[in-house]
T-cell receptor, first 113, second 114 residues
């Protein structure tokens, strides 16, 4: 039973446009959410996180939105750049399992010039 | 450069070999992790060490044996592996705190078992 799901395996966006990556979760105990970016042959790189006490967190071109009632979070990248092409993973954590991140399957983003 | 290093980056081994993966973190963190990433699957947590004590063993077969001699170093000892163990093995570290759980990953070891 997958508690964190990324239903889109891939996404293609034009350079300069907005990329929106989505993530759904089932466990209402999750209170901390993260996005990671992964290039081939490298480890995941932490991008941005959000606590459940917020509904939005912004860092430069990256914004994460959290909708607790829908158990949904999204990552917006504006404007998208070719260097953003990578696999993006969302992850979640709960107070009872701190230190145990639950990852989604990943979405491969391709930003075309 | 995330402050977490892993060696070797690539490893090919036979099913009867014994090898070890090494991870080192330079971030002053108190928790370290081993993950496995197989093709088309989410990252799977294997082991968690908190202040050198193993706090999680996620039903990992005994042919994988972790060792954490101090809070900066983590090893994964491998013996009599199977071809299906071929995967990317990732090490991560974090500073465990009540309200956050940000983990920083190393570059991984690409393991191929023949």
């Amino acid at each position: 039973d997958q508690q964190v799901k990324q239903n889109s395996p891939s996404l293609s966006v034009q350079e300069g446009r907005i990329s929106i990556l989505n993530c759904d979760y089932t466990n209402s105990m999750f209170d901390y959410f993260l996005w990671y970016k992964k290039y081939p042959a490298e480890g995941p790189t932490f991008l941005i996180s959000i606590s459940s006490i917020k509904d939005k967190n912004e860092d430069g071109r990256f914004t994460v939105f959290l909708n607790k009632s829908a158990k949904h979070l999204s990552l917006h990248i504006v404007p998208s750049q070719p260097g953003d092409s990578a696999v993006y993973f969302c992850a979640a954590s709960a107070p009872t399992i701190r230190g145990k991140l639950i990852f989604g399957q990943g979405t491969e983003l391709s930003v075309k010039p | 450069e995330t402050g977490v290093t892993q060696t070797p980056r690539h490893l090919v081994m036979g099913m009867t070999n014994k090898k070890s993966l090494k991870c080192e973190q330079h971030l002053g963190h108190n928790a370290m992790y081993w993950y496995k990433q197989s093709a088309k699957k989410p990252l799977e947590l294997m082991f968690v060490y908190n202040f050198k004590e193993q706090t999680e063993n996620n039903s990992v077969p005994s042919r994988f044996s972790p060792e954490c001699p101090n809070s900066s170093h983590l090893f994964l000892h491998l013996h009599t592996l199977q071809p299906e163990d071929s995967a990317l093995y990732l090490c991560a570290s974090s500073k465990l705190a009540e309200n956050t759980d940000t983990q920083y990953f190393g570059p991984g070891t690409r393991l191929t078992v023949l």
